[in-house]
């Protein structure tokens, strides 16, 4: 029986994705010697080429034909993926409480002093726009 697809992207699938949100459209050979250098996957080309159709059959990634070769990019956006895999974190792991998914964060996390700062600055500015 084969094996169900994910809803959200595979681990490989993630780093290409991260590959090509930095810098895209990429040739098959650009992304496969970014996954290597910059997220240290030593893979065959033909992997990365079954990679990257399965990833445009399944909607993440756009491709256009450039002379013998295809070029591709991202159909999804970085906040788009993250929105949707932090939605599920919250719903099945703390039931459904934002505020018990940050607790746990911010406990768990090292945090540095610029970092606590931004995280002050957001949460006053979504109280500021919750309150007008």
Sequence with gaps: MPRQESEFPTELELEILK?????????????RDRLETEAG??????TVITMLNIMHRKGYLRRR????SFLFRPKVDRQQVAGLMMGDMVQRLFDGSASAMMLNLLESAEIDADELSEIHQLIAQITREQNS
């Excluded at 996957?41 to 033909?46: C, F, K, N, P, W």
Aim: charged fraction near 30%; avoid cysteine.
């Design 19 to 31: 590959v090509l949100w930095e810098e895209s459209p990429l040739p098959v050979r650009d992304v």
């Design 41 to 46: 996957r030593t893979l065959a080309h033909s």
């Design 65 to 68: 034909k450039q002379g013998k």
